[in-house]
């Protein structure tokens, strides 16, 4: 069976990837320009395809307190679901001091994402580095955000176990956080959220 070629794809500019990531997946559900057409007419779609969109797109601004001492206490003060036994406090310092306004990002991957990738991606972003502060701060106040799917804080330090470079990191799931390792390289073998350090506004004292 031919495949259905489509005449909206002409050059567009950056809109043309857009129409085009689209226009495929229409197609390649039995879909013609006609279907891709109805958003012009449609409101109930057009709004549709608008929340879906920005489902994914979710800020949260919040103070965190980075000179409270138990982020760098060890062991570790906190109720964790899981903790790896080889992480120390060291392996997740502490970037910044006082209290600050931030805003973070719930930014999903699909599977086969790794930290490699997530680091280049935040640079070319220049976002900025996120620590345990952050994260533990945020999951404290926002606790339904990680019953909704796995939230991932690449927040730590590398550390080498058994010859593999590993990262410590923040997971988060229904069941808890925890703190643990990965490999730097390896591909995350399910989807997972990450979050990322948009902002930071230090406060007054």
Same mark, same amino acid.
């Given at each position: 069976? %031919?495949?259905?070629?489509? =005449? ?8 043309? =990837? ?16 006609? #279907? ?5 007419? #449609? ?37 964790? %679901? ?7 406090? =060291? ?19 699909? =599977? ?20 345990? %502060? ?72």
């Amino acid at each position: 069976m %031919a495949r259905y070629k489509s =005449e909206l794809l002409s050059a567009m500019g950056s809109g043309f =990837e857009i129409l085009k990531a689209i226009t495929d997946a229409v197609i390649e559900r039995g879909g013609t320009d006609d #279907d891709v057409r109805r958003v012009l007419k #449609d409101k109930h779609l057009k709004n549709a395809i608008a929340e879906i969109l920005v489902a994914d797109q979710k800020f949260f601004t919040f103070i965190v307190d980075f000179d409270d001492p138990k982020w760098k206490e060890f062991p570790f003060n906190g109720n964790y %679901a899981g903790l790896n036994v080889n992480l120390k406090a =060291e392996h997740f310092p502490v970037r910044y001091s006082g209290k600050a306004e931030v805003t973070v990002e719930l930014v999903r991957h699909d =599977e086969g994402y790794s930290f490699e990738q997530h680091f280049a991606a935040i640079k070319k972003e220049n976002a900025l580095k996120i620590d345990r %502060a952050i994260s533990e701060t945020f999951h404290a106040l926002f606790p339904d955000e990680r019953k909704k799917g796995r939230i991932v804080s690449p927040c730590g330090n590398k550390l080498e176990i058994d010859g593999n470079q590993n990262l410590a990191y923040v997971l988060a799931t229904h069941n808890g956080v925890s703190l643990y390792f990965y490999w730097i390289d390896l591909r995350w073998h399910e989807s997972h959220q990450f979050l990322v350090l948009r902002s930071i506004k230090p406060l007054s004292a």
